[in-house]
């Protein structure tokens, strides 16, 4: 049974700091394309940050500079470092894991709650 489970969410004020991380079990982390995604009340689910199963990163623009994605494939774990957090990062984030080969396989985590405000 697969498992992605988020911790590290909370209350933090605007220009603060968090940092989730993400544990996986039940897959072979290392062989998957692992990423944080986000949805705040009201709004669509969106993209913040991809790492491949190789090492490279990506960003969305509103991460960018912000946030920084990494991977530890010994713990199995995903994290998202989170700097100068704005109220509009509020959202519950998401974990990511996805393998396109043989076939597509995608999993998510149950989110963790991150709610910037002074």
């Known amino acids: 049974q697969v498992q992605l489970v988020e911790s590290g969410g909370g209350l933090v004020q605007p220009g603060g700091s968090l940092r989730l991380s993400c544990a996986a079990s039940?897959?072979?982390?290392?062989?998957?394309?692992m990423g944080w995604y986000r949805q705040g009340l009201g709004k669509q689910r969106e993209w913040v940050a991809t790492?491949?199963?190789?090492?490279?990163?990506s960003y969305a623009d509103s991460a960018k500079g912000r946030f920084t994605i990494s991977r530890d494939n010994d713990k199995r774990t995903v994290s998202l470092q989170m700097n100068s957090l704005k109220p509009e990062d509020t959202a519950v984030y998401y974990c990511n894991a996805e393998r396109r080969i043989p076939a597509l396989q995608r999993y998510w985590g149950q989110g963790t709650q991150v709610t910037v405000s002074s």
């Open positions: 790492i491949t199963d190789g090492g490279s990163t």
């Open positions: 039940g897959i072979i982390f290392s062989m998957y394309t």
